[in-house]
């Protein structure tokens, strides 16, 4: 499957969470990220709360009334540049994340339930690959669909972007089929993704993103074979169809599949520390 017909639906309706896209458009972030709330017996959980605007605190401010706690789903700053103004405004909630460092509060693990009230509740998911602290949050309640917020390990339109060794390849294959299995076991018929539209196949979505990853693999091991071994070389002769202005995520993506071919099939590939080091060019 090389293509994929992107729906274009509204954010989810007023029982269940909801949403305010921050005004950060961009390459990366491409329509903004989107801030998510869920609605607890107190108040809302701010789920990514996104560049540090004044305007888009506002607005988070007022649509929550109380801010319970902030929670972010990596450490990318598109999603964290707000967490401690908002904080700051909003009497000091906890932060809470994968990675301790981001959080005032404890971190959140896979596999962590938590109440909401009101009968709700969420799972957190550990998923790793966009990043290593990537987390996504089954969110179910009663009478409503279930529902998984992605963060950045799958987007409301196009793939996401893998940068090593925050990144990964090889986590990323394995995190998509465990968002697969929490989709069958809670009936989670949303995905809320970090960025872009709600999307409402969540299961053909990710067997596309994973089909999309095996075929271009087997692209790069081709030209691996064919002794294509740099991502320059991969680039030319794989990912010759991306438009200029995405040849960058071309290129970190070739890097991506060859430190994979690398550490997941022992291929011998030509990367350097320069090129593994690569800091994630995200706004
Ligand atoms: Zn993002």
Not at 45 to 66: K, Q, W
Not at 123 to 136: E, K, N
Request: glycine share 10%.
């Amino acid at each position: 499957m090389s293509s994929f017909a992107w729906p274009d639906t509204a954010p989810p309706g007023p029982l269940g969470p909801k949403h305010i896209l921050a005004p950060n458009p961009g390459p990366m972030s491409l329509d903004g990220t989107n801030t998510w709330f869920l609605p607890t017996d107190g108040g809302m959980i701010v789920v990514d709360p996104g560049p540090d605007d004044p305007g888009h605190l506002s607005a988070i401010i007022e649509l929550a009334g109380t801010v319970e706690e902030i929670w972010v789903t990596h450490r990318h700053i598109d999603h964290i540049e707000a967490t401690r103004p908002l904080a700051a405004r909003a009497g000091n909630p906890p932060i809470r994340a994968f990675d301790p460092d981001l959080c005032v509060g404890e971190p959140l693990r896979g596999d962590d339930q938590i109440e909401l009230g009101n009968g709700a509740a969420v799972r957190v998911l550990h998923i790793p690959g966009h990043t290593d602290d990537s987390i996504g949050f089954v969110h179910t309640a009663p009478e409503e669909p279930g529902r998984l917020l992605t963060g950045d390990m799958v987007l409301g339109r196009g793939t996401t972007v893998i940068v090593p060794p925050d990144g990964s390849l090889t986590s990323y294959f394995a995190s998509l089929d465990l968002m697969e299995q929490a989709c069958h076991d809670h009936g989670v018929t949303e995905l809320l993704p970090g960025h872009a539209p709600v999307l409402t196949t969540p299961i053909e979505v990710l067997q596309y993103y994973r089909s999309h990853r095996r075929e271009r693999l087997a692209q790069v091991r081709a030209a691996v074979s064919a002794g294509h071994r740099t991502p320059d070389a991969v680039v030319e002769h794989v990912y010759d169809d991306a438009p200029a202005n995405v040849k960058f995520a071309a290129r970190l993506s070739a890097i991506a599949q060859l430190h994979h071919l690398r550490e997941a099939e022992g291929l011998d590939v030509e990367l350097t520390a320069e090129q593994l080091a690569h800091p994630y060019p995200g706004s």
